[in-house]
């Protein structure tokens, strides 16, 4: 028998390698043994593991649209020896992942301590499996508050769970960076600033890590409208505060930017909120022109997103622009962009957005290459109580109004409108979601939402979406990482089932114990109630929520025994996620008293309990960091108590 397990490269890019080197760094915790694995470039030698594209193995990839965006697997490998083959490079890096799951190992959370790999013989492992993701685009974009170390963890941690999309948000994701450097809201730590330079260096040292991992790479986003005028577009508030106003800047903003009752101006004190006056034409060349220098600027972008101002209802109302939608002019300059960038040989994707605005479809214009374009369906507005369903009959869609529009909160509504915008785009479309951006800070058991989340991924092929970016804190895994886990596996596989997947976690991240935890935690759900939390209920539900948080404690106090049994588990994975949920614990059965005060109408009681969760939270936020945006949580939460 070989004294090491050889891993061999027959694809010598670096996401194979890559993958090479995460396969010999598992299967060396496996066994206990350093020098377990050896990888070799030798695609010659029968005798090992190898790793490459169909193509090196004579696999057909003909069951696939697009080999290099659509993602499938296959691996054969009998006592240690045999194929892990991928229809692209972070195919070959999923395939290792799921080789590895396939003989016990599990991926909880990113992080330290966030794998849980079991002991085994490494020249004995037996792996035959063949599969296809479900859907092309499975991706997080970066929200929140963030440390380079949180963004590099993630980065890790995304293509395990099955995800192939990264997108880092705006020319410079500053904002994210600032909210955890800054510590603004934390009221035992002190400032520790980051400048604009150097949060521009951490989006490249983090793109650097998505690359490594093949990963689609999205950029941009919001910011367009800033950059044409020569404006900041980190969305610094106040946003003047790193930029000196020139007298050519103030011009170009005096003419470009969108009128509103007369005036033009910047909108809430952001350009990156501040649309323009889409009507006059050199508005439009600035911001194509823009564009194509950044594809050209930035070749690593596999796709570059056009959004315009991130705000509702803020649109020029000048007489070039009046009977103009607002997407009627962003796809004009998505044609004109696709023009120049066939002239330059470029072969960047672009994407355009269906989001406040611009949910409303344009009623002139229609894209003409579908093959560069995909539309990005964003329901920012849509309730999380109801997941998404394609039978809009009956539904009423509000027309466009300039400056007058509804924001749909029925997801029947938001789907009424992508199926007006399908009417004139034929081309690949996916999703841009929020259920990690603020919704589930509504339900600290984080089994609702999942079940939402579930179902949502289900029903997106009906839905004709090829896929979902969330837009969300990249630590979303408080108290669990299931609803992640469940994301990325579900989008992998629509088919999964949420029982199994629940099963399949959970005894992964706590052992014997599992079925308890699930069950606490599902109460935990129920009990909070999010669907009351997000205000959707009548004030009969008040009394309904007293009873409910009165039950918290008491459930909490009797879960403790199980979490002090097991807080000491051997596997530092698990005994770490027991003690997330000990934290997690204290929490909820403060917030708990604030929500039943604030059912009752006392406030000032309410508020008191609100004002020791905050701090709890804070005091202990050095542990929970990693999983917990206390940033996001108290921010949002807090508005429960205004």
């Not at 080999?67 to 006592?79: G, R, S």
């Not at 564009?291 to 070749?299: F, N, R, T, V």
């Amino acid at each position: 028998m070989s004294k090491d397990v050889k891993i061999i490269v027959c694809d010598p890019c670096q996401t194979v390698e890559y993958a090479a080197s995460e396969l010999a760094k598992y299967l060396e915790i496996m066994s206990g043994d350093d020098d377990v694995a050896t990888i070799i470039n030798d695609r010659n030698d029968k005798e090992g593991i190898a790793l490459g594209l169909f193509k090196d193995f004579g696999i057909s990839d003909d069951f696939l649209d697009d080999p290099a965006l659509d993602d499938a697997i296959d691996i054969n490998i009998q006592a240690s020896v045999g194929t892990i083959a991928g229809s692209n490079p972070r195919s070959v890096l999923t395939g290792v992942y799921r080789f590895l799951e396939s003989v016990g190992c599990r991926w909880l959370r990113p992080g330290k301590d966030g794998d849980v790999v079991p002991t085994r013989n490494v020249f004995d492992l037996s792996v035959l499996l063949q599969e296809k993701a479900s859907y092309r685009h499975r991706g997080m974009c970066i929200e929140g508050s963030v440390s380079l170390e949180n963004m590099l963890d993630s980065v890790e941690w995304a293509p395990k769970a099955g995800l192939n999309t990264y997108m880092l948000e705006w020319e410079n994701p500053y904002e994210y960076f600032n909210k955890w450097y800054s510590h603004s809201r934390n009221p035992f730590k002190n400032p520790e600033p980051r400048s604009l330079a150097e949060c521009r260096a951490y989006k490249t040292t983090t793109t650097v890590e998505i690359k490594r991992r093949g990963m689609s790479f999205h950029d941009m986003g919001h910011g367009w409208t800033a950059k044409a005028l020569g404006l900041p577009t980190d969305l610094v508030y106040p946003w003047d505060r790193f930029y000196t106003l020139t007298e050519k800047t103030q011009e170009k903003m005096d003419k470009w930017l969108a009128m509103m009752d007369g005036k033009r101006a910047v909108v809430h004190n952001a350009p990156m909120n501040s649309n323009l006056c889409y009507g006059q034409q050199e508005v439009q060349d600035r911001i194509v022109h823009d564009m194509l220098a950044y594809c050209k600027a930035h070749p690593e972008v596999d796709f570059l997103h056009l959004w315009l101002a991130d705000s509702w209802n803020s649109q020029c109302e000048c007489d070039l622009c009046k009977d103009t939608t607002p997407s009627d002019f962003m796809v004009m300059m998505c044609n004109r962009l696709d023009e120049l960038m066939n002239q330059a040989g470029l072969d960047t994707k672009i994407v355009f957005i269906s989001y406040v605005d611009t949910i409303w479809p344009p009623l002139k214009e229609t894209i003409h290459n579908t093959d560069r374009f995909l539309l990005l369906f964003a329901p920012i507005s849509r309730t999380y109580s109801q997941s998404y369903d394609p039978d809009t009959e009956g539904v009423y869609l509000a027309p466009y109004v300039r400056n007058k529009l509804p924001k749909p909160k029925n997801v029947k509504e938001n789907i009424g409108y992508l199926k007006q915008w399908f009417e004139g785009f034929k081309g690949n479309s996916l999703c841009f979601e929020y259920h990690f951006w603020r919704d589930n800070y509504k339900d600290p058991g984080y089994y609702e939402m999942a079940k939402i989340l579930s179902q949502d991924i289900k029903n997106l092929r009906a839905l004709g979406l090829n896929g979902i970016i969330e837009d969300q804190t990249q630590r979303a895994y408080f108290p669990t990482g299931f609803p992640m886990y469940l994301y990325g596996k579900t989008l992998w596989d629509e088919s999964a089932d949420f029982d199994s997947l629940a099963r399949e976690y959970f005894k992964g991240s706590f052992g014997e114990d599992w079925e308890a935890c699930l069950s606490y935690l599902a109460k935990v759900s129920r009990l909070f109630d999010p669907v009351y939390l997000r205000g959707e209920k009548d004030e009969s539900a008040h009394k309904d929520a007293v009873v409910k948080m009165r039950q918290i404690p008491l459930l909490v106090n009797e879960f403790k025994k199980v979490i002090e049994r097991n807080i000491g588990h051997e596997n530092k994975a698990v005994a770490l996620s027991w003690k997330y949920l000990l934290y997690h614990s204290e929490l909820i059965s403060t917030l708990s008293y604030a929500l039943k005060a604030r059912a009752e109408g006392d406030m000032k009681v309410a508020k008191e309990y609100w004002e020791m969760t905050y701090r709890f939270a804070f005091a202990h936020e050095d542990f929970l960091q990693p999983v917990f945006d206390i940033n996001d949580f108290t921010r949002f939460t807090s508005l429960l108590f205004k």
